[in-house]
């Protein structure tokens, strides 16, 4: 995997991972660099992605994209994210995760989720 | 040489009717496996099953995940002995890395055209670890006649009345719903059988009562028309998962034997209420499916959802408590939440509350629950109901002649046991 450090302003795409069993899967992709702080949001595309869910592929992909963004488990900011469905029910609303993680043997596992408001979000990107 | 299926028992839901019908991911497969190979199914639900070294190779076909401990355990058990051991079904594919430590081998995906393979090395002693067609479907012309000549028949009656026979007419589904696994099992694109080979599997069926266990036929209109229609001169009776409500759809619908349809009723609106009046103004009995515990539900909801059932004349209903299967959203949610707390897959049987419900505690779902199931059926009982639905099928059977009796050499066996009265 060929190493980048977040190209200025941003990064905003569809990025394409393996997901579990090789399949492939799709996610929305911002990266942004503050300071010594690599923040990345990963979306769930629920009606593009063909694969694995990024809450499914949380640690492989967090680990992924430290790599392709060559910054340190210290410096990355990994949160999760998931759009508003526009449904009556809840459970589609928007919502922000930031996900930690236990770094172990060059990996990431163990992950843990802690909700964000949209306004947190907005102030650890700004 | 000889592949031993077994289709793993489960525990099922206390107080409620229990009927065991004659599975269908097993014989699907089956009908995969190269034909020179000798097929024993074992449906451990009806049928006794010693464990031991008279077979080749051993497979576990497992649908639910209330199945795959006592799937593990029978592997273990057959590896013990020294069997090769392999497992699919749609369980497997759900649970397929906690799995992967009680089999030789995993089968991933869909079975056509994949088997000859593993067949081929089982014999050459190169068994994989992994055969992984998660994403890589059959052609679905290539969907053939299930081989349900590997059933025990004699084992699915009850009183001498045969179950109905699953079928499908179709994969994959369009919809991704919340506490649903299918699109991960099954794709996001909807697979419409070629109507030609549904007709040619019907065909076969031995029986006049089917389960369309597709996960909605209401995916498209023309197709479902087209099916509808060319199963209009089989005259079979059948029960489905939803299908669409349009006038047309529901008329041929009926006439090619749409019995009762299952239809999720998830509040008290008014679109809800129609629908429910649309089938019944063709003839096509209604199962509510009530699903309990979202976080949208207070206790107050749930109370006037059960009054609302009442009024809305369902046929049957069926309640079941959110259970968060893994690879839905609703896992998903769940777990970045740290609302579950019982991950024995033996108790994820929608029956059992295994996450912290938002605006009450487990408990109190779990009392709901009850209370949903005692008060619908409060004044006329599940089986004085179903019997009701029964004697609709049978009276549109004996009008346009396709009854048949029930056996009478069964009529003293429930599910292959005698029934003893006490």
């Given at each position: 995997m060929v190493s980048d450090k977040i190209p200025s302003p941003y990064i905003d795409e569809v990025y394409e991972f393996q997901g579990l069993w090789g399949i492939r899967s799709l996610c929305g992709l911002k990266a942004i660099q503050r300071g010594a702080k690599c923040i990345i949001i990963v979306t769930e595309l629920y009606d593009t992605n063909p694969g694995t869910t990024v809450t499914n592929w949380s640690a492989q992909l967090a680990g992924e994209l430290m790599q392709k963004y060559n910054t340190n488990p210290e410096n990355l900011i990994f949160i999760e994210h998931t759009p508003d469905?526009?449904?009556?029910?809840?459970?589609?609303d928007e919502t922000f995760d930031r996900v930690s993680y236990t770094w172990k043997d060059g990996k990431f596992t163990d992950p843990k989720w802690q909700r964000l408001s949209k306004q947190e979000v907005d102030k650890l990107i700004t | 040489m000889k592949f031993r299926l077994i289709y793993p028992k489960w525990k099922k839901l206390e107080g409620q009717t229990t009927f065991n019908l004659p599975p269908h991911g097993p014989v699907v497969m089956a009908a995969a496996i190269p034909p020179e190979i000798t097929v024993e199914f074992i449906d451990e639900n009806v049928d006794a099953h010693e464990i031991n070294d008279n077979c080749d190779f051993v497979g576990i076909s497992m649908m639910l995940t209330t199945q795959i401990k006592r799937g593990w355990e029978i592997g273990d058990a057959y590896r013990k002995l020294g069997k090769k051991v392999i497992y699919g079904g749609i369980s497997t594919m759900l649970h397929a890395e906690e799995t992967l430590p009680h089999a030789d081998s995993v089968f991933l995906g869909e079975a056509e055209g994949k088997l000859e393979k593993v067949f081929d090395d089982f014999k050459k002693g190169k068994l994989q670890n992994i055969y992984n067609y998660m994403t890589d479907f059959p052609p679905i012309e290539s969907v053939g006649p299930a081989r349900r000549e590997i059933l025990k028949r004699e084992l699915y009656y009850h009183k001498g009345v045969q179950m109905v026979d699953l079928f499908h007419a179709s994969r994959g589904c369009r919809f991704k719903c919340y506490p649903c696994a299918v699109a991960y099992l099954g794709g996001r694109q909807f697979r419409p059988r070629p109507i030609d080979r549904v007709v040619e599997e019907l065909a076969t069926i031995d029986n006049n009562r089917l389960f369309v266990v597709d996960n909605s036929l209401a995916q498209d209109t023309q197709w479902e028309k087209d099916l509808f229609k060319a199963m209009i001169p089989m005259k079979k009776k059948w029960c489905c998962h939803p299908i669409e409500d349009k006038p047309e759809v529901l008329d041929l619908a009926a006439q090619a034997g749409a019995w009762f349809v299952y239809q999720a009723v998830?509040?008290?609106s008014d679109y809800i209420k129609e629908r429910v009046k649309r089938y019944h103004d063709y003839g096509i009995g209604v199962e509510g499916t009530i699903l309990f515990g979202l976080d949208d539900q207070t206790e107050d909801d749930i109370k006037k959802l059960i009054d609302f059932l009442l009024e809305i004349n369902l046929d049957l209903a069926e309640f079941t408590i959110l259970t968060p299967f893994p690879h839905t959203k609703c896992w998903d949610d769940l777990i970045k939440q740290d609302r579950i707390f019982d991950k024995d897959w033996n108790n994820y049987n929608a029956g059992k509350a295994v996450y912290k419900p938002k605006h009450m505690t487990p408990e109190r779902l779990q009392e709901l629950y009850q209370y949903a199931w005692d008060t619908f059926y409060k004044d006329e009982s599940q089986t004085q109901k179903m019997f009701k639905l029964f004697r609709s099928v049978i009276s549109r059977e004996l009008a346009d002649g396709t009854y048949r009796g029930r056996r009478e050499d069964l009529a003293g066996k429930s599910f292959g046991k005698k029934i003893v009265h006490n």
């Open positions: 469905r526009k449904s009556k029910l809840e459970v589609y | 998830f509040d008290t």
